[in-house]
């Protein structure tokens, strides 16, 4: 099962559209989901009794049009749609339990809106185990290429194995990215220390890419070590992908913790889809 939360805006449709492609490729069900999110409403300045109703309203028709277009773009996905009261993050959270993939848009004009770069890149990606998708950028271009980030540590391999899988479901290639940079000495660094900084970072990428190049053969693999900040290099590879994959956390080149100000540099400044895939 697919998860995509809707709120009725642009943002909000572009996620359905993502989600119920990925449907298709994956051969999973699509499920649509409107959180009614009351709280801001049972405070004393709107209490106005038309607020429920409506909100509820809302949310229906925000459904009945994602409906119409997952079944326009993909009519042999089998496609239903759940409206849910409660919070957003809280929402999506639960729903993600069985899912195999949570998808949202990255802004909207409710329902969704306002928390999805904080609590759902934070609450969901960082609780449920499938991936997360937030949909931004230009989502009908095509390079025919997924951009991965790797690190040192073996919690980004679930990243990679979601990477490789998408790879191989859309026919594209991979690049695969591992950035350093140095600490600030209060000397530079010698040449011969740099050229060992630069061969441990291509020992380390090449490692981590064994197996999935054995388990997916059929998939081209680009290595791109870079000395750069992990934001900066991840953003770049977002220019030219069809989606940027990323771990939930790391303690090499990912580790300022994917919660943190690389989720934020991420999601914020890609220019293509993110799916944020939690270490198990």
Request: charged share 25%.
């Amino acid at each position: 099962m697919i998860i995509v939360g809707v709120d009725g805006s642009p943002h909000a449709r572009a996620a359905v559209e993502w989600a119920v492609d990925d449907a298709l490729r994956m051969h999973q069900p699509l499920r649509v989901v409107h959180a009614v999110d009351r709280s801001p409403y049972q405070i004393a300045k709107f209490p106005a009794a038309q607020w429920p109703d409506a909100l509820v309203r809302g949310g229906e028709q925000a459904l009945a049009e994602a409906l119409a277009v997952a079944r326009e773009r993909q009519p042999s996905v089998e496609t239903s749609t759940r409206l849910i009261e409660g919070p957003p993050a809280i929402v999506l959270r639960d729903e993600a339990a069985d899912a195999a993939e949570v998808v949202v848009g990255n802004r909207g004009l409710g329902g969704f809106a306002g928390a999805l770069l904080g609590s759902v890149s934070v609450h969901v990606a960082g609780q449920v185990r499938c991936p997360v998708v937030v949909v931004r950028g230009e989502t009908d271009r095509r390079h025919d290429r997924i951009a991965v980030g790797v690190d040192d540590s073996p919690e980004c391999e679930p990243a990679l194995a979601y990477a490789f899988e998408q790879a191989r479901l859309r026919g594209c290639a991979i690049r695969a990215v591992y950035a350093w940079y140095m600490p600030v000495y209060a000397f530079a660094p010698c040449p011969n220390d740099m050229d060992a900084i630069r061969e441990a970072a291509n020992q380390i990428i090449t490692d981590r890419l064994e197996r999935f190049k054995k388990e997916y053969p059929q998939v081209t693999v680009e290595e791109d070590v870079q000395a750069a900040h992990p934001v900066d290099a991840l953003r770049q590879a977002s220019t030219e992908s069809d989606l940027l994959v990323v771990g939930s956390h790391g303690h090499g080149a990912l580790a300022s913790t994917l919660v943190g100000s690389v989720s934020r540099g991420v999601l914020h400044h890609a220019d293509c889809p993110v799916a944020v895939v939690r270490a198990r």
